[in-house]
Structures are given as structure tokens and as C-alpha cells.
Nanobody, 123 residues
């Protein structure tokens, strides 16, 4: 199973980016899909997660109202739309998959991880 994240790049403060994560090797249909990020010198932190049926979604307080996680189970892809970006959003963003119905904000609950995509927001 592989998770391939893409869509990162350099953007000005206030701009937008959309990250994608394509999963190969198994269906994501019954998995919780999440996004985490890690800035240099900091611990990996939770960003957003969405249950397989899309009825259970939640975000970290730092991105709530600015980021949107979505998923296309048919395409085995999860997305993270990031709007109103701030310099403090700069980090490597990782997609991850978790078994079970209830999204978790704890990285230890996710057993599948992508390689990360770098987002840099300039001020």
C-alpha cells in the first residue's frame, strides 16, 4: 500500500493550495483519512481527518475555517484545500490512513503514511 501526496509548493500569505493524496494497493473506502504536518524543529501535528462515509470530519483549531478535507472514495484520493494560508502553515504535509470508523487526531492511531509534500507560505 502506498500513499502519494502532492500539490505542495510556495505561496504567498493569504493564498491557497490544494493537496492531493492518492492511495494505491487497497481501497480507502473504509478507512479514516487524515492530514498531519510537521514544521522544522517541531513535532508532527494533526491537521484534519475525515471518516470513510464523510459524515465525521474534524479539524485542528489552527486550521478550522480555512482548510477543508475531502475525499473521493471511487478515485482512492483524499484532498486538503488550504485557503487563507499563513506563514505558520509552512510545513511538510503528510497524508495518513487509519482503520476504524472514528477519526483520531493522534498520529499513533494511523498505520499508513505518505511521504509528505512541502508547503511554504511567504509573508
Amino acid at each position: 500500500v502506498q500513499l502519494q501526496a502532492s500539490g505542495g509548493g510556495l505561496v504567498q500569505s493569504g493564498g491557497s493550495l490544494k493537496l492531493s493524496c492518492v492511495v494505491s494497493g487497497r481501497t480507502i473506502r473504509y478507512l479514516v483519512m487524515g492530514w498531519f504536518r510537521q514544521a522544522p524543529g517541531k513535532e508532527r501535528e494533526f491537521v484534519a481527518a475525515r471518516a470513510w462515509n464523510s459524515g465525521n470530519t474534524f479539524y485542528s483549531d489552527s486550521v478550522k475555517g480555512r482548510f477543508t478535507i475531502s475525499r473521493d472514495n471511487a478515485e482512492n484520493t483524499v484532498y486538503l484545500q488550504m485557503d487563507s494560508l499563513k506563514p505558520e502553515d509552512s510545513a511538510v504535509y503528510y497524508c495518513a490512513a487509519q482503520s476504524g470508523p472514528h477519526p483520531s487526531s493522534q498520529a499513533r492511531h494511523y498505520n499508513l503514511w505518505g511521504q509528505g509534500t512541502l508547503v511554504t507560505v511567504s509573508s
